[in-house]
Nanobody, 115 residues
Framework: QVQLVESGGGLVQAGGSLRLSCAAS????????MAWYRQAPGKERELVAR???????YYKDSVKGRYAISRDNAKNTVYLQMNSLKPEDTAVYYC?????????WGQGTQVTVSS
């Protein structure tokens, strides 16, 4: 059974930092394209960052230079370091593991940035 468990969300003031974790079981994260998405109230879910199995990374323009996605193969965990947070970063953040024929999601973790 595949599980992706996100943690690390919370309430932070604008300009602050958080590190989200996505701990995987049932899959090996290094063999998947791993991504972080977010969904704000009343908005569609959007891709924030991705790290492929070859360690190529992608970032949404509005988070470039502030967010960093990384992977610890030994811990089978993916991280999202978020710095210089803004109120518009407030959302539920979801972890995704994808490869052809497979698509798994975590339950999400709330990030709230106060102004």
């Amino acid at each position: 059974q595949v599980q992706l468990v996100e943690s690390g969300g919370g309430l932070v003031q604008a300009g602050g930092s958080l590190r989200l974790s996505c701990a995987a079981s049932g899959i090996t994260v290094s063999t998947y394209s791993m991504a972080w998405y977010r969904q704000a109230p009343g908005k569609e879910r959007e891709l924030v960052a991705r790290i492929t199995s070859l360690s190529a990374t992608y970032y949404k323009d509005s988070v470039k230079g502030r967010y960093a996605i990384s992977r610890d193969n030994a811990k089978n965990t993916v991280y999202l370091q978020m710095n210089s947070l803004k109120p518009e970063d407030t959302a539920v953040y979801y972890c995704e593991a994808w490869r052809p024929g497979y698509d798994y999601w975590g339950q999400g973790t709330q990030v709230t940035v106060s102004s």
